[in-house]
């Protein structure tokens, strides 16, 4: 399939990689042929069962050397209508629930059995449904769905679609449909993003590796979390036009740091935000990770306006004013305590370039030091009872320490 030819992970390659991962304190999540043993059907699906001779044989290997593994995955991109080809729900069912025998058989008496996950995919309600009833109540740990919505890499209007908010919308319907199926189905398994690189095919040089991109993944973890996502993996570490890291230099790209600020400042308490003012701010928010209050996501789409944004515990509310104003609308609702501070995060391309690989917080470049070592991540402290800036084209994070969000306590 694809032109691919036939391919081997020998255990000594094996056994190097789970030194690199023991190394790196990566949780790993590794992917099993799910075509194994299966026969090509006229309608271009694959017919059969899973044969799991070969994958049990490296689960056992794993254990006995006790390599420590966080998950084991069946498939990759087999559901409804596949691509490439496609194994029907019913069949699939009948594979994870093999697998999960397998795990439970390997790792029985383990005080960390892995988790098995399922079907790496792109979301199809009717077959993601059946999936997840036959499988229930828990012969699956999480259901796994891959995201590209800006369509191939090749593609001349990524930056308009990413800076499109009714088009970054478009995505709300798949992450309500899945926690909507979990939640009714009666089922412990979560739902992950197991792959998401926004544009397939390796992305697009100066649009899926720069500060224009991470608009569209700041927003999508932001999204996610809303519905219930308990993981969201990102293609790429390094590789095609998406990673995380330069391919050629292994400096960070802006996502990177965007993905870094979110570990840091995010917690995992979601909380029910609205925005009131324009559509072009996307307005997330979370309880403090590791500290008190509440941390505030704003993604400005708009190249035109500043936005001077209040946060109160009704909501979040916006005056839109044109580039340099300083003008403000002061809201009522939650008050701050006299001279409480928060901490921002304002993040801007160099030059006020969207297309920039190099991200400013506060005005300065952040760049590793002559050792590789990431810089200081470094918050500019602001009187509370003033709104936040939101500047043309930026992104901040506001950590407020002072407020108090019941469910944060």
């Known amino acids: 399939m694809f032109g691919f030819t036939q391919g081997c992970l020998p255990m000594h390659r094996w056994d190097e990689l789970n030194a690199f991962f023991q190394k790196s304190g990566a949780r790993i999540v590794f992917g099993l042929n799910a075509l194994n043993g299966r026969v090509p059907l006229p309608d271009g699906s694959m017919g059969g069962p899973w044969d799991y001779t070969n994958a049990a044989s490296l689960i056992r290997y794993t254990a006995s050397k006790g390599y420590k ?14 691509v490439g080809t ?34 790496g995919g792109f979301f199809d309600a009717g077959w993601f449904t059946e999936l997840i009833i036959k499988t229930k109540p828990n012969l699956l740990n999480v259901v796994t769905h891959h995201i590209y919505n800006l369509g191939p890499g090749v593609d001349t209007h990524l ?14 319907s798949t992450f309500s449909n899945l926690q909507g199926i979990l939640n009714s189905a009666g089922t412990s398994a979560v739902a992950w993003v197991g792959e998401s690189g926004g544009a397939y095919n390796s ?26 996502t308990k993981s969201y993996c990102r293609q790429s570490l390094i590789g095609g036009n998406y990673g995380l890291l330069n391919k050629e230099t ?28 324009t559509n072009m701010i996307r307005a997330y928010a979370h309880c403090a990770r590791d500290s008190p209050g509440i941390t505030l996501l704003l993604i400005n789409l708009s190249g035109n306006s500043t936005n001077q944004v209040t946060v109160t515990s009704e909501g979040v509310h916006a005056n839109a004013v044109k580039k340099h104003s300083r003008k403000t609308k002061h809201l009522p609702g939650y008050v701050q305590a006299a001279g409480s501070m928060r901490e921002e995060y304002h993040l801007t391309p160099k030059d006020g370039s969207l297309q920039s690989q190099v991200m400013l917080l506060n005005g300065r470049a952040l760049v590793t030091d002559a050792n590789g070592g990431i810089p200081r991540l470094e918050p500019v402290k602001v009187d509370a009872a003033q709104p936040i800036a939101v500047a043309p084209y930026s992104i901040v994070f506001a950590h407020i320490p002072n407020f108090s969000a019941p469910a944060c306590s």
Do not use: C
């Not at 593994?69 to 990759?76: A, F, K, Q, S, T």
């Not at 019913?90 to 996950?117: E, W």
């Not at 930056?159 to 709300?172: A, F, R, S, V």
């Open 250 to 277: 292994f400096q960070p790209n802006p996502d990177y740091y965007s993905a870094l600020l979110w570990h840091r400042l995010m917690g995992t308490k979601v909380l029910s935000t609205t925005f009131s003012g």
């Open 203 to 228: 992305g697009h040089h100066l649009v899926t590796d720069s500060f224009v991109f991470s608009f569209w993944f700041l927003d999508q973890l932001g999204m996610s979390a809303k519905y219930d």
């Open 86 to 119: 496609k194994v029907g729900a019913d069949q699939y069912a009948a594979d994870v629930i093999a697998l999960k025998s397998v795990v439970d058989n390997v790792y029985q008496g383990s005080p960390s059995k892995p988790l098995v996950l399922a079907p």
């Open 69 to 82: 593994i966080h998950g084991w995955e069946l498939g990759n991109e087999l559901s409804g209508t596949g």
């Open 159 to 172: 930056i308009e679609k990413i800076l499109n908010p009714t088009y970054l919308d478009g995505m709300i």
